[in-house]
């Protein structure tokens, strides 16, 4: 058994989503809200391996305290873990830094080290970078967060210094962390991209500039592609109806839907009244529909969260649905004729690789 603190943070929800990809049940994710129930105590007395992702980054009071008596608490709840065979500590590369993060980082570093030699057990620090991704919070720790939620409010980003990044992607960070669980050997080192903040800020702006023009860019790597995906998850749920560009002349009316300047997918369906299609969501690609005949009620879910979000798209509007990733979805025929449905996404399907996992809404 694995059992996970800070559950519910930033990487916690990453590692939910790595777990429940790859199909890994035998995990236990521990917050604010549960730490103390019987069942979690319980199971972190017989965990195999604890990860530990709950330190704070910002508080009014002493991180080198809280953070220390958080670690502590799990320290007095694991000492009689007889199962118990390593602890995996996420550090930061801030921790050299002469500022209560950076001493909250080294000092449990040091009491971890302590805590595994009195326990004889195995122990990973793994220093990590500058992490993006979906579901992280702005104007908090992730220049990237900020920067996306201040775009797509059209918010002014106020630059106060171009320093140079080390970003990597949170499902990257994830895979590293839980390849260090089981394998005490050597494995590559996470591979980061590196950028200042000016030209991530130019790259995210051009990204949001193709998101509303319904033009999908031609990306140069999957750093690209995930910092796009990032963006446009900041538009949820209040910017994914984007209106077309409507063109009327004597023939009748042409309205565009989207463009990709790399390979792509554009396709139709029809369905039945009452049928259901989806209930699945994807980590990379990127999809969108329009409703061309009838009316459609589409629900949208994020994996992990219970609230459900419901959009009403009926022909009519001529608007299009974009699907953020890692939110599962579905699409309901509520009208009593068939429904027409084109739909595009970023890259021919490929029935071995489909990026495509279901999770009823």
């Known amino acids: 058994m694995i059992a996970i603190s800070g559950g519910n943070g930033f990487l916690g929800k990453h590692c939910k989503i790595f777990c429940k990809m790859n199909k890994l049940e035998d995990v236990v994710f521990i917050d604010r809200k549960n730490f103390k129930d019987k069942q979690i105590v319980k199971k972190l007395n017989s965990c195999k391996y604890f990860i530990h992702l709950a330190d704070i980054n910002r508080s009014n009071k002493s991180l080198t305290q809280i953070n220390f008596k958080t670690l502590k608490y799990y320290f007095d709840t694991l000492k009689n873990n007889k199962n118990l065979k390593k602890i995996i500590y996420t550090s930061s590369i801030h921790r050299n830094l002469n500022n209560d993060y950076g001493r909250s980082k080294r000092k449990n570093e040091k009491e971890l080290k302590l805590f595994c030699k009195m326990k004889k057990i195995d122990h990973k620090i793994i220093i990590l970078g500058n992490i993006f991704g979906e579901f992280c919070r702005p104007n908090y720790n992730s220049v990237v967060a900020t920067i996306c939620n201040d775009l797509i409010k059209n918010k002014k980003f106020d630059l106060k210094k171009n320093r140079k990044l080390r970003l990597v992607y949170a499902q990257d960070a994830i895979k590293y962390i839980f ?60 910017k994914i109806k984007l209106n077309t560009k409507d063109h009327i002349d004597n023939r009748g009316n042409l309205w565009e839907v989207i463009k990709a300047k790399n ?99």
Not at 194 to 211: A, G, M, P, Q, T
Not at 213 to 230: A, E, G, R, V
């Open 263 to 361: 390979k792509a997918q554009i396709f139709l369906s029809t369905t039945k009244k009452n049928k259901v299609r989806g209930n699945h969501f994807h980590t990379k690609k990127i999809e969108r529909f329009i409703v061309l005949q009838g009316s459609a009620l589409i629900k949208f879910r994020y994996i992990f969260e219970k609230k459900i979000h419901k959009f009403l798209v009926k022909a009519k509007d001529k608007q299009c649905i974009d699907i953020p990733t890692y939110c599962t979805h579905n699409l309901t025929n509520n009208s009593n004729k068939n429904l027409l449905t084109l739909f595009f996404t970023n890259e021919i399907y490929n029935p071995h690789k489909p990026d495509t996992y279901y999770e009823k809404v």
């Open 179 to 238: 390849k260090t669980i089981k394998t005490d050997s050597k494995i590559n080192s996470l591979k980061y991209n590196s950028i200042s903040v000016l030209n991530l800020y130019k790259k995210l702006l051009d990204f949001k500039e193709n998101y509303f023009n319904h033009s999908i860019p031609n990306f140069k790597n999957i750093f690209d592609l995930n910092l796009f995906n990032t963006l446009r998850s900041y538009a949820f749920p209040t």
